[in-house]
């Protein structure tokens, strides 16, 4: 879930992302994975965005990954085959604070194939850059503070003085979720206000995953029980394929 409120980010307040990482505004546009390779690609946190002549790929992770360096060495031959003249920045951005010294690998070694990628630790990252960007805000706390409160309080007033009702929405629906990797639940519910989270593009698709899962939790119960496709379609409002593929599941379970 967090990869994808960093990915909505990086996709609604692209020219922030870029600043950020960059240094300068430079408009970029967005570089589909399906243009590189007909293979399958891992695109939950992929961002992929291109100039003329600069490919910027940048990787949210919530918690470290030992295969990160060989797929940013993918990413970098599939982008070579597709656009050999491009310059490549590729980013890995990782938000929860750990030891693990995964975080730190920023390049993959094979006999003589070598590669290198930048990483980015928010927990290291000084504050002030992500309070000066709308799009940023949302990772401020993540930051390097040792006042997480008084940060997080900072952004909600930062947002409560946006104008546009979608955007402060989606904003503050953000904030409250990645602030939940470092602070406690209900000091973020203190800080914002549920009803303008309530409003938000983020919020309502969580909530229809909820009531999906909700759904097919019901219709595994009622499968368990013998109960027929039909009537439980039409129960919980599944489709019917949906319901057969748990009942092959359920199947596969019992025996």
Same mark, same amino acid.
């Given at each position: 879930m967090f990869d994808n409120i960093c990915k909505f980010l990086a996709e609604n307040f692209r020219d922030d992302l870029v600043t950020w990482l960059l240094g300068n505004p430079v408009k970029l546009t967005e570089l589909k994975p399906t243009e590189l390779s007909s293979e399958p690609i891992r695109a939950?946190?992929?961002i992929l965005l291109q100039s003329e002549d600069l490919v910027l790929h940048t990787e949210f992770q919530t918690d470290a990954?030992?295969?990160?360096?060989?797929?940013? &060495?993918?990413y970098?031959?599939?982008?070579?085959?597709r656009y050999p003249l491009k310059e490549m920045r590729q980013v890995v951005i990782y938000l929860r604070p750990t030891n693990s010294d995964l975080v730190k690998q920023n390049s993959f070694r &094979?006999?003589?194939?070598?590669? =290198?990628? =930048?990483?980015i630790r928010l927990w290291e990252t000084p504050t002030e850059p992500f309070l000066q960007h709308p799009g940023l805000l949302p990772f401020a706390v993540l930051s390097q503070t040792n006042e997480p409160t008084m940060i997080l309080g900072r952004v909600a007033q930062a947002i409560e003085d946006i104008a546009d009702r979608n955007?402060?929405?989606? &904003?503050?629906t953000a904030s409250a979720i990645l602030a939940? &990797?470092?602070?406690?639940?209900?000091?973020?519910?203190?800080?914002?206000?549920?009803?303008?989270?309530? =409003?938000?593009?983020?919020?309502?698709?969580i909530y229809s995953e909820g009531q999906q899962k909700e759904k097919e939790r019901v219709a595994l119960s009622l499968l368990r029980q013998g109960?027929?496709? =039909?009537?439980i379609a039409n129960a919980t409002e599944l489709p019917k394929e949906k319901i057969i593929a748990l009942q092959k599941i359920v199947n596969q379970n019992n025996n």
């Amino acid at each position: 879930m967090f990869d994808n409120i960093c990915k909505f980010l990086a996709e609604n307040f692209r020219d922030d992302l870029v600043t950020w990482l960059l240094g300068n505004p430079v408009k970029l546009t967005e570089l589909k994975p399906t243009e590189l390779s007909s293979e399958p690609i891992r695109a939950d946190s992929l961002i992929l965005l291109q100039s003329e002549d600069l490919v910027l790929h940048t990787e949210f992770q919530t918690d470290a990954d030992e295969t990160m360096p060989f797929r940013m &060495l993918d990413y970098r031959v599939r982008v070579y085959r597709r656009y050999p003249l491009k310059e490549m920045r590729q980013v890995v951005i990782y938000l929860r604070p750990t030891n693990s010294d995964l975080v730190k690998q920023n390049s993959f070694r &094979l006999s003589k194939t070598y590669h =290198e990628f =930048e990483v980015i630790r928010l927990w290291e990252t000084p504050t002030e850059p992500f309070l000066q960007h709308p799009g940023l805000l949302p990772f401020a706390v993540l930051s390097q503070t040792n006042e997480p409160t008084m940060i997080l309080g900072r952004v909600a007033q930062a947002i409560e003085d946006i104008a546009d009702r979608n955007i402060k929405s989606n &904003l503050t629906t953000a904030s409250a979720i990645l602030a939940g &990797l470092v602070m406690p639940k209900d000091i973020i519910q203190r800080i914002f206000r549920s009803d303008i989270m309530q =409003e938000s593009v983020i919020y309502k698709e969580i909530y229809s995953e909820g009531q999906q899962k909700e759904k097919e939790r019901v219709a595994l119960s009622l499968l368990r029980q013998g109960i027929s496709v =039909e009537v439980i379609a039409n129960a919980t409002e599944l489709p019917k394929e949906k319901i057969i593929a748990l009942q092959k599941i359920v199947n596969q379970n019992n025996n």
